[in-house]
């Protein structure tokens, strides 16, 4: 089991940016795609980003594409998360979550990190 | 995008009683379908791969089935610390989406 901690956000003005941050001991980071899901306060679970275990492929929510980036360094174990020109519709706890299996892609999400919010408010 | 519809939205039943979640998707995901559990203030915990595959550590009392388009899962014999949410969720295509949940309380 891969433990996941994350970092970051808080408050932020419309408009405004901020970054995630999800971290980990655990070696084989490396290996796994990683994904980002987000819940609005008393609402359901939103899939957002998903980085695969080399950074390579990339890909996002139609409703976070264009301002949302996610990026990894496997050096470190860590996975990050800048959101920009946040809206208040973006307000959610975001979840940082391993691929189901090692080297696969999109396929499912196995350990979570605790969560973060992220409140988008003037 | 594939939709995924889950009902009911909640349901209320009774420790020792047996219920069943229905996930329907909007075209064939073939059996790309994962199912979750969360309780208020922790994230989701992934109970089930790849439509019936139960994760490492999940009681045996759960258990899920389908493909194509239609997928059940069911708790048999209910237990106080089931009393979650439950989320499916499909894998056949990304942007990966989310039924709306099934909220399980306590009748």
């Known amino acids: 089991q891969m433990r996941l901690v994350q970092s970051g956000g808080g408050v932020v003005q419309p408009g405004g940016s901020l970054t995630l941050s999800c971290a980990t001991s655990?070696?084989?980071?490396?290996?796994?795609?990683m994904h980002w899901v987000r819940q609005a306060p008393g609402k359901g679970l939103e899939w957002v980003a998903f980085i695969r275990y080399d950074g390579e492929n990339k890909f996002y929510a139609d409703s976070v594409k264009g301002r949302f980036s996610v990026s990894r360094d496997n050096s470190k174990n860590t996975l990050d998360l800048q959101l920009n020109s946040l809206r208040p519709e973006d307000t959610a706890v975001y979840f940082c979550?391993?691929?189901?299996?090692?080297?696969?892609?999109?396929?499912?999400?196995?350990?979570w990190g605790q969560g973060t919010l992220v409140t988008v408010t003037s | 995008d594939i939709q995924v519809t889950q009902s009911p939205s909640s349901l209320s039943a009774s420790v020792g009683d047996s219920v069943t979640i229905t996930c329907r998707a909007s075209q064939s995901i073939s059996r790309y379908l994962n199912w979750y559990q969360q309780k208020p203030g922790i994230a989701p915990k992934l109970l089930i791969y790849?439509?019936?595959s139960l994760q490492s550590g999940v009681p045996p009392r759960f258990s899920a089935s389908g493909s194509g388009t239609e997928f059940t899962l069911t708790i048999s014999s209910l237990q106080p610390e089931d009393f979650a949410t439950y989320y499916c969720?499909?894998?056949?295509?990304?942007?990966?989406?989310f039924g709306g949940g099934t909220k399980v309380e306590i009748k």
């Open positions: 979550a391993r691929e189901v299996e090692r080297w696969l892609q999109l396929r499912g999400l196995g350990d």
């Open positions: 790849a439509a019936s």
């Open positions: 655990d070696i084989t980071f490396r290996t796994y795609g």
């Open positions: 969720q499909q894998s056949s295509s990304a942007p990966l989406t």
